[in-house]
């Protein structure tokens, strides 16, 4: 079973870069079997996709954040990465790393695997 | 985006009891229709997928069905541990969206 766990610092200052670190165990990041996701979560808010990269190093990422957002993996570590450029306090949330899969028999997809989810305040 | 249109906010309800929660995609999504459970402090659980196919070692008290722009999860026999909130997603396109959740409480 896939499981995942995200690290990087808890507090951010305002125009500076966020920065976190999902660090994948129980399967290798370049099976092919999932893309690799980040889903942010404002305190008492909704959901909030902010992109997914796949093994391959290619990338999609909400058109709300694409200007900020950078992702990337890391095949020797076992491990993709987020960072979110010229955060303000809009940006404090839980930010979670997911697995997407894509199904065909069923048809879907869907994230199936979470991390327990970073804490990132951007503060002064 | 798909705008994804949950309703309602939030429910109470008992032990017991029968509960749905609905879910209006924005336009039709085929069977791209997911749905989570979220428990405070906790990340989302995935629950069902494709609509109503539900996910390894979720209690067959849930269900979930709809097609096109109309979804629905059904709690049957609702549990203690069932009280939580639900999100419902759509990944027809890109970007993923999901709805505003629906929280259930206890009456």
């Known amino acids: 079973q896939v499981q995942l766990q995200e690290s990087g610092p808890g507090l951010v200052k305002p125009s500076q870069t966020l920065s976190l670190t999902c660090t994948v165990s129980?399967?290798?990041?370049?099976?092919?079997?999932?893309?690799w996701s980040w889903v942010r979560q404002p305190a008492g808010k909704g959901l909030e996709w902010i992109g997914r990269v796949y093994t391959s190093g290619s990338t999609n990422y909400n058109p709300s954040l694409k200007s900020r957002v950078t992702m990337s993996v890391d095949t020797s570590n076992n491990q993709f990465s987020l960072r979110l450029s010229s955060v303000t306090a809009a940006d404090t949330a839980v930010y979670y790393c997911a697995t997407e899969r894509v199904s065909l028999s069923p048809r879907g997809h869907y994230f199936g695997y979470w991390g327990q989810g970073a804490l990132v305040t951007v503060s002064s | 985006d798909i705008q994804m249109a949950q309703s309602p906010s939030s429910l109470s309800a008992s032990v017991g009891d029968r509960v749905s929660v609905t879910c209006r995609a924005s336009q039709s999504i085929s069977s791209y229709f997911n749905w989570y459970q979220q428990k405070p402090g906790q990340a989302p659980k995935l629950l069902i997928h494709g609509v109503s196919n539900l996910q390894s070692g979720v209690p067959s008290r849930f269900s979930g069905t709809g097609s096109g722009t109309d979804f629905t999860l059904t709690i049957s026999n609702l549990q203690p541990e069932d009280f939580a909130t639900y999100f419902c997603?759509?990944?027809?396109?890109?970007?993923?969206?999901f709805g505003q959740g629906t929280r259930v409480e206890v009456k």
């Open positions: 129980g399967g290798s990041i370049s099976s092919g079997d999932y893309y």
């Open positions: 997603q759509q990944t027809y396109s890109t970007p993923p969206t």
